[in-house]
């Protein structure tokens, strides 16, 4: 069963744009895998809460122009 993790800043996406990414990254692994394991295939979208996140040694914070709205 091919399971993928993508984790990305809270409210960083909508919920759309999560849903687009999960149909995508989906196709991409059947093209790999054959049609036989979509119904298997588990794409899982964590959101990290601010301040949950380091870059660069500093702890990143999304900017509000970059939120979901």
Do not use: C, W
């Not at 984790?7 to 687009?20: D, I, S, V, Y």
């Not at 119904?39 to 870059?55: F, N, S």
Request: hydrophobic share 40%.
């Amino acid at each position: 069963m091919p399971f993928v993790n993508i984790k990305t800043p809270e409210a960083g996406l909508t919920p759309a744009q999560k849903a687009e990414i999960g149909h995508r990254v989906t196709d991409m692994l059947v093209e790999y895998f054959s049609e036989a394991a979509r119904p298997h295939t588990m794409v899982l979208i964590e959101e990290v809460q601010d301040g949950g996140y380091y870059r660069a040694d500093e702890t990143f914070v999304i900017p509000d122009d970059n939120r979901a709205r």
